[in-house]
Structures are given as structure tokens and as C-alpha cells.
């Protein structure tokens, strides 16, 4: 089984532009979770998501960023109008299920440098 | 809200030394809790988790934690560290709805040969 894939790895943005980063699943899992990672600093939730419905979007800035996770494809993160605060490594996970007994699998996170 | 604190950021060990990280929650309610490993280069893997019963939890690669309910802690520890356990650990919580998970700080263990 693949796991949890995320892209691009390592995205690099000029202030203003907008950042788009993808999130697949791992396969039968359909809750999606999106977390950041400022330097030095721990993983800080996000948003959180199931197909076509955002659950809990408690942790996202309230402008410029937005997500989905639509009925066909991957769950896609979106920054726009980018600025230099916003260079972080930013995660995905997902579960089977929604409940505390459901393991959250991580990808390997995309990395986005704003120049 | 729930906060996550890892006071070792930086830890530098001889292989077969022994380990302790140290993880402090702070939430009124019940929690569950999770020690996360990065391997360098790698994504996040559980290396154990806390819901109920023994607070004594044994993970993978020879890892422990202990769940202390009155310090509010859950420590991290492995008797005999090896070089290949080089990486950072996160201590993370969540509460009964599951949906979010809230991470310590993250310790970076340094283990040399």
C-alpha cells in the first residue's frame, strides 16, 4: 500500500505568487488533515478534512489560505498571495476513520520557501 | 486549549546510553497521547500512543513511555540508545474527538557512534 503522498517536496515561491500543495491519501482513508511546521517549532494543526467537507478549519489563518478535498483527487492546500512567514514544511495526514483510536499516517510534508 | 511542552530541544547521547524525553500536556479532560519519530529525511511515524489502561506503554524499536496522570506527563524512554536512533521526537495530544492533534516542540536526539 502507498502511503500518504504528498507534492511537490520542495516548492519555491516569489512573495505574491500563490502556493498550491497536494495531498493523496493513503488508499481507503478519507479524512485528510493538514498540518504546519514553522522553523523550530512542532507540527501545528491546521485544517481538517473529509471528502467535499471541511470539518474543522480551526488552525488556519483566516486569509489567503484555503482547502478542499474534492470527491475525485487529491486534498490541495492553497496560499495565496504568499509572504515570507508562510516558508514552512507543511504535512498531510490521514486516517480511515474520524476518532482518537484512528492512527494519523503522515506524508512526507512539502517544503515552501518564499523568496 | 490543549498545549504540548518538550523542555529538551537538543540531546546529544553515546550509543547505549540510556534516554529519557521529557513530555508535559496541559488539558482539564481525558487525552491521548503519542510520541511521533522523523527520521532524517523521512515522514513522521507513531512510535507508541496512550488511550487507557496500563500507563506503561511499550512501541516499537525498544521505546517506552509512561503515562504519570497527576505531573501531566508522559516521558519518553529506551534503556540502551542506538546510532540509528538519530532524529526528532515529537510528543503530541489529542481529546476524546480525535480530530486534531497538538504537538510538542519536537526534541532533536543526536546519538553518536
Known amino acids: 500500500n502507498a502511503g500518504v503522498m504528498q507534492n511537490p517536496r520542495h516548492l519555491v515561491r516569489r512573495r505574491g505568487q500563490e502556493a498550491r500543495l497536494r495531498c493523496s491519501p493513503m488508499?481507503?482513508?478519507?479524512?485528510v488533515y493538514w498540518y504546519r511546521q514553522l522553523p523550530e517549532e512542532g507540527l501545528k494543526f491546521m485544517v481538517y478534512l473529509q471528502k467535499e467537507n471541511i470539518i474543522d478549519e480551526s488552525g488556519m489563518p483566516k486569509e489567503r489560505f484555503s482547502a478542499e478535498f474534492p470527491k475525485e483527487g487529491p486534498s490541495i492546500l492553497r496560499i495565496q498571495q504568499v509572504v515570507r512567514g508562510d516558508s514552512a514544511a507543511y504535512f498531510c495526514?490521514?486516517?480511515?476513520?474520524?476518532?482518537?483510536?484512528?492512527?494519523?499516517?503522515f506524508g512526507p510534508g512539502t517544503r515552501l520557501t518564499v523568496t | 486549549a490543549q498545549s504540548v511542552s518538550q523542555h529538551n530541544h537538543h540531546v546529544i547521547l553515546s550509543e547505549a546510553a540510556s534516554l529519557e524525553l521529557g513530555c508535559n500536556y496541559s488539558?482539564?479532560?481525558?487525552?491521548?497521547l503519542f510520541w511521533y519519530v522523523q527520521y532524517p529525511g523521512q515522514h513522521l511515524q507513531l512510535l507508541l500512543k496512550?488511550?487507557?489502561?496500563?500507563?506503561l506503554v511499550k512501541g516499537i524499536k525498544g521505546f517506552e513511555a509512561e503515562f504519570i496522570k497527576s505531573k501531566f506527563s508522559f516521558n519518553l524512554r529506551k534503556p540502551s540508545v542506538q546510532w540509528s536512533d538519530t532524529a526528532e521526537y515529537f510528543c503530541?495530544?489529542?481529546?476524546?474527538?480525535?480530530?486534531?492533534?497538538?504537538f510538542g516542540g519536537g526534541t532533536r536526539l543526536m546519538v553518536k557512534p
Open positions: 496512550y488511550f487507557s489502561g496500563d500507563p
Open positions: 488508499k481507503g482513508h478519507s479524512h
Open positions: 495526514a490521514s486516517s480511515r476513520r474520524q476518532g482518537p483510536e484512528d492512527e494519523q499516517y
Open positions: 503530541a495530544v489529542n481529546n476524546n474527538a480525535g480530530n486534531m492533534l497538538t
Open positions: 488539558y482539564g479532560g481525558t487525552v491521548n
